[in-house]
């Protein structure tokens, strides 16, 4: 399973990537709304795209040749980013707090990911004892609230 998660990580982060660099107007309106469409925002989507697929790709390629660790932190980094980014926006009126929570969400599944996948890089972890692990983790934070 570990190994069908990461594929699809890195394979979700190419098509994403993609879809806002080819459909900029549209992604940009699914992901942040009436204003997401603007013209200036379709620059930023597409350059959002390029910098998604360029990281989904390192990671695909890296893990061929045994170097894909660093792009699995820069996507982490650059995911992490992304929640100061919708945490910013929500505060500054730039966007409705539900599109950010769903966006701080899908950053920080990213980010989490990529921290563990550079990990287990190194030091050769049981990715599916760290999973599990994860997964109980969720479970009680979801039992809580």
Request: charged share 20%; glycine share 12%.
């Given at each position: 399973m570990p190994?069908?998660?990461?594929?699809?990580?890195?394979?979700?982060?190419?098509?994403?990537g993609a879809?806002?660099?080819?459909?900029?107007?549209?992604?940009?309106?699914?992901?942040?709304?009436?204003?997401g469409g603007g013209r200036g925002s379709a620059v930023l989507s597409r350059m959002a795209g390029i910098r998604d697929i360029a990281l989904g790709l390192g990671?695909?390629?890296?893990?061929?040749?045994?170097s894909a660790r660093g792009f699995y932190e820069g996507a982490a980094l650059a995911d992490i980013g992304d929640m100061f980014a919708f945490g910013i926006g929500v505060l500054t009126g730039d966007i409705s707090k539900p599109k950010a929570v769903v966006g701080m969400a899908v950053a920080?599944?990213?980010?989490?990911?990529?921290?563990?996948?550079?990990r287990a890089r190194d030091t050769g972890?049981?990715?599916?004892?760290?999973?599990?692990?994860?997964?109980?983790?969720?479970?009680?934070?979801?039992?809580?609230g």
């Open positions: 190994e069908q998660l990461k594929t699809a990580y890195q394979f979700s982060r190419i098509a994403i879809a806002a660099f080819l459909a900029p107007g549209v992604f940009g309106k699914i992901a942040f709304g009436g204003e990671q695909v390629l890296g893990e061929r040749h045994g920080g599944s990213g980010a989490a990911l990529g921290i563990l996948y550079a972890d049981d990715l599916d004892a760290e999973l599990a692990e994860l997964t109980r983790t969720a479970a009680a934070v979801e039992d809580m």
